[in-house]
């Protein structure tokens, strides 16, 4: 999902702050989950159910989010059509019927108190792969929130599929400290990658992981378009 944008911000209306981009979006993402999604579940907790996922509409979320024509946030309609398609899906699967589903999968599969971090990934590869409006398929199966590059070719049948799972891989992310709370501990969060975005590759670069084959190109100025082709 794409970001807030650099004309959005969300005035939380328990602290009075006034919040944009990432810390935006999460304090707008909270008051939207306990004004329109979240139900108790038969385990004591709050989750959120097929149904009002599916019935999410554009004009709940903007209200929630504050959305004006002075306040545009980026991608609206598409935040509410994954939501859709998270209850959709939701509605259709054998093993997850509200959104906490998910949390108690991965506390089965776990032993001992303990979850490996890739556990968490799988799950969440396995589970909610297909509600990625632009989700990579082939032959009847879905890769999820991955890309492609021109120079992968490999030969086991998913072509130029690169399995980054951005998406994926941040909210394993965001599921480790609420794992922690209850009580589970969360192992070999080396076994995720750092997430594929402009942040992470600056950092990669800054700190060698990444060398650039032709240094010579970093002092040229290049089109945006010929960077994302491969230029450096």
Known sequence: MRGAGDRWSYAEPVSGLDLTRSEGLAAASLHFFFDHLACRDDRGGFAASAAKLKNVCLRDL??????????????????????????????????????????????????QNEADASQILRSILVHFNSIWPNGIWRCDTCYGDAGFHPLVNRIDGIGRI?????????????????????????????????????????????????????PDLLQKAMPLCQILEGGT
Do not use: C
Not at 85 to 98: P, T
């Open 62 to 111: 903007e209200k929630v989010f504050q959305v004006s024509a002075g306040n545009d946030l980026i991608g609206v309609e598409g935040r509410v059509n994954l939501l859709n398609r998270l209850g959709a899906l939701l509605e259709k699967s054998e093993f997850l019927r509200r959104s906490s589903d998910l949390l108690q999968f991965i506390l089965e599969e776990s032993s």
């Open 162 to 214: 690169v399995p980054f799972h951005k998406l994926s891989q941040w909210l394993s992310y965001s599921l480790v400290e609420p794992l922690q709370n209850s009580g589970i501990r969360v192992v070999n969060l080396d076994g995720l990658t750092g997430l594929p975005e402009y942040r992470n590759g600056g950092l990669l670069m800054d700190s060698g992981v990444l060398r650039v084959k032709q």
